[in-house]
């Protein structure tokens, strides 16, 4: 901090002076440097924040033109050292008029009734001035070299904003020109109370001349797209500006830098899924940070994942610009959707082809959770399709949860069962629960695991090259006995195979195997195995021949 005038009368060496204040007026102002002259005259030398120390016999020939010369110079205050008669008033010592003057002008005017050595005064004074100086470059580097760093690493908006609040040991907040929170640090503190009425309070603020929040535009001075806000920062309210002044060119460079332009929405979202899949928000700051952004709050929350099916090789072959001009379409086509349904979410983009979400869901009348959400994937297949041409969306979906942190971390789950949903045959069914799943969908999930590969093959290896050396139907004949639950006339009517044909069939698959089809541990070793081996099929055929699969 700067020094001022009433820190430098508690110096030892004043003291010592018998100083009495006369003029109080400027004693919390800070001084920049002392000068210490007996000339009559000091105007034409002073540049200003001075605190000047004189004797008394330098005011005796023009004590109005000397004060008036130091206001105008923008002096801070005088100094005067009277030795004469220690019991005399010091007004009556000095000049008539003198201490009025002094008080009309708003000049500090102090009186030493003993001698010092304005020498020590001095020496002290600048000795702290030179190493408030010092601090402040050290600070002011450490602050550039911070920022530079963070831009080189081309740090998130919530990283940058984290940064800033331990900087400043002071919450940090993220807005955009709606009010609407980007990116929070709380520091330490509390703030969910205050998020649930952010919008509120920062636009008062905005109307406040003084304040205890330190604000600062983030984007062109003529064209600012944010504001970065502390809020009752306790550091010195230069500082306070230097820190998020740099924070905010972080952000604005990063911003430009950034050529998948991405929206400071979709990171702001994305960052706060990220921290809870971390473990490093709890539900009542998560919920707070949610509800600043726009999300309702209601009863529960529901998580979902919507997933377009892996391009063939053709789309593989695309220009990674125009990955993430398909990733942001997705997302946009998605948000829109839910908003135009009358729904809020937080929406994370994962990668190319998915999306994470949230959703806050509000039923029309007449219907259930399961149904709106039905009629909401519907749409957002429609959309998607509209905007992207891309078919094929399916969307996963966790179990309702009352906590938004349970939600995002239900995510994870949901995606799997969107994947596993991408594997079934094609349905007008857009949404998909691992309840509807069932063990296809496990199939699915687990067909790449060396060891579910070990057990299809062990079980049906043997069928299928003896299918591959005869050019036999056999893998057919035994999908259809164990989809139709052993019903041999159902079997032979979907196959349009005659009965005996088919007793045939089954008899070679119970040799080929050494097991028995009316086994019902046998008949579920199969049918699992026949599964897994067919999801692997899927995939396969799908990554050879371009037809929508995982």
């Excluded at 400027?26 to 920049?32: D, F, I, K, Q, S």
């Excluded at 000049?107 to 100086?133: D, G, K, P, S």
């Excluded at 929170?181 to 905005?206: F, I, N, Q, T």
Aim: proline residues 5%; glycine residues 8%; hydrophobic residues 40%.
């Amino acid at each position: 901090m700067a020094v001022t005038l009433a820190e430098i009368m508690e110096l030892d060496v004043v003291r010592a002076g018998a100083p009495e204040v006369l003029s109080a007026h400027g004693l919390e102002r800070a001084v920049r440097w002392v000068h210490s002259s007996g000339n009559e005259d000091l105007s034409h030398l002073l540049p200003g924040g001075e605190l000047v120390l004189t004797t008394g016999p330098a005011l005796s020939s023009a004590p109005e033109r000397y004060l008036r010369g130091l206001a105008d110079a923008g002096a801070v205050g005088v100094m005067v050292e009277l030795l004469e008669d220690p019991q005399m008033p010091a007004e009556e010592v000095l000049p008539a008029g003198f201490v009025a003057l002094a008080r009309r002008l708003g000049l500090t005017l102090v009186v030493l009734r003993r001698q010092v050595r304005f020498v020590e005064i001095t020496e002290q004074v600048h000795r702290r001035l030179v190493a408030e100086q010092y601090d402040e470059v050290k600070f002011a580097r450490r602050i550039y070299e911070t920022f530079t760093e963070l831009a080189m690493h081309r740090t998130s908006p919530q990283g940058i904003v984290l940064t800033t609040a331990e900087l400043l040991d002071a919450p940090v907040v993220l807005e955009d020109l709606m009010h609407r929170v980007v990116a929070l640090a709380e520091a330490g503190r509390e703030l969910s109370g205050l998020l649930g009425r952010w919008s509120e309070e920062s636009r008062r603020v905005d109307q406040e001349r003084e304040s205890t929040w330190s604000t600062v535009d983030v984007g062109d001075p003529q064209n600012p797209w944010g504001k970065l806000i502390a809020v009752e920062p306790q550091m010195r309210r230069a500082r306070v500006e230097m820190v998020l002044e740099r924070a905010a060119q972080s952000m604005h460079l990063q911003r430009m830098q950034d050529h998948r332009g991405a929206d400071l929405h979709q990171q702001a979202h994305r960052d706060l899924f990220q921290e809870v899949l971390e473990g490093r928000v709890g539900p009542l700051q998560a919920e707070a940070r949610a509800t600043a952004m726009g999300l309702d709050r209601g009863p529960g929350y529901l998580a979902a994942v919507a997933r377009l099916p892996e391009p063939g090789p053709a789309g593989r072959g695309q220009a990674a610009e125009s990955r993430r001009t398909r990733a942001r379409r997705l997302h946009d086509t998605l948000s829109s959707t839910i908003r135009s349904q009358g729904h809020t979410g937080l929406l994370s983009t994962a990668d190319d082809n998915s999306v994470h979400m949230v959703l806050a869901l509000r039923p029309r009348p007449g219907r259930s959770m399961q149904q709106e959400m039905q009629v909401l994937g519907r749409e957002m297949r429609r959309h998607v399709e509209q905007t992207s041409a891309a078919p094929g969306l399916v969307v996963g979906l966790g179990e309702p949860a009352e906590d938004l942190v349970e939600a995002i971390l239900a995510t994870p789950h949901a995606g799997q069962a969107a994947l596993a949903g991408l594997a079934l045959p094609a349905s007008a069914e857009v949404c998909r629960s691992f309840t509807d799943l069932r063990f296809r969908g496990l199939a699915t999930l687990l067909r790449d695991d060396p060891r579910v590969q070990r057990f299809a093959e062990a079980e049906l290896g043997p069928l299928v090259l003896d299918d591959i050396r005869r050019g036999g139907r056999s893998m057919e004949v035994l999908r259809a006995h164990l989809r139709l639950a052993g019903n041999k006339s159902a079997v032979a009517q979907a196959l349009h195979m005659s009965r005996p044909a088919l007793y045939t069939h089954l008899e070679r698959i119970q040799e080929i195997l050494g097991v028995s089809l009316e086994d019902g541990e046998s008949r579920s070793s199969l049918h699992a195995a026949l599964m897994i081996h067919d999801a692997a099929e899927a995939a396969r055929d799908a990554r050879w021949s371009g037809v929508p699969g995982t």
